[in-house]
Nanobody
C-alpha cells in the first residue's frame, strides 16, 4: 500500500508564492512520473506539471514560467513551487505518482490541498 501525504496549501494574495509538497510512503520499490493536477469547483481536473524519473519537466501553458516542479528521490517527495500566483490559480491541488509497489505499477493520488489566491 502506498500513501501520498500533501502539505503546503493555504491563502495567499495575488502575486504571492506557495510551495506544495507531496511525500509518498509505504511499500515503494520505485517511482516513475510525478505530477500535479488541480480541480476547481464545478470544473474538470486539469494537468499542472509533470517531472519524470530522469528530471524532465512539462508544464501546462497556464503555469509555465510561474510554477516549478521538482522531486527528491531520497525522500519520495515531489514539490510544486508556485510564484506570481493569480486568482485563477485558486483550486484544490492533487499530487499523483506512478509507482511500483508489490510487483505492480499503479497510479497513486494525494487527497488534495486547497490553494486560494485572493486579496
Amino acid at each position: 500500500q502506498v500513501q501520498l501525504a500533501q502539505s503546503g496549501g493555504g491563502l495567499v494574495q495575488p502575486g504571492g508564492s506557495l510551495r506544495l509538497s507531496c511525500a509518498a510512503s509505504g511499500n515503494i520499490f520505485s517511482i516513475n512520473d510525478m505530477r500535479w493536477y488541480r480541480q476547481a469547483p464545478g470544473k474538470q481536473r486539469e494537468f499542472v506539471a509533470q517531472i519524470t524519473s530522469s528530471g524532465g519537466t512539462t508544464y501546462a501553458d497556464s503555469v509555465k514560467g510561474r510554477f516549478t516542479i521538482s522531486r527528491d528521490n531520497t525522500k519520495n517527495t515531489v514539490y510544486l513551487q508556485m510564484n506570481s500566483l493569480k486568482p485563477e490559480d485558486t483550486s484544490n491541488y492533487y499530487c499523483n505518482m506512478f509507482a511500483l509497489s508489490r510487483d505492480t505499477w499503479a497510479d497513486y493520488w494525494g487527497r488534495g490541498t486547497q490553494v486560494t489566491v485572493s486579496s
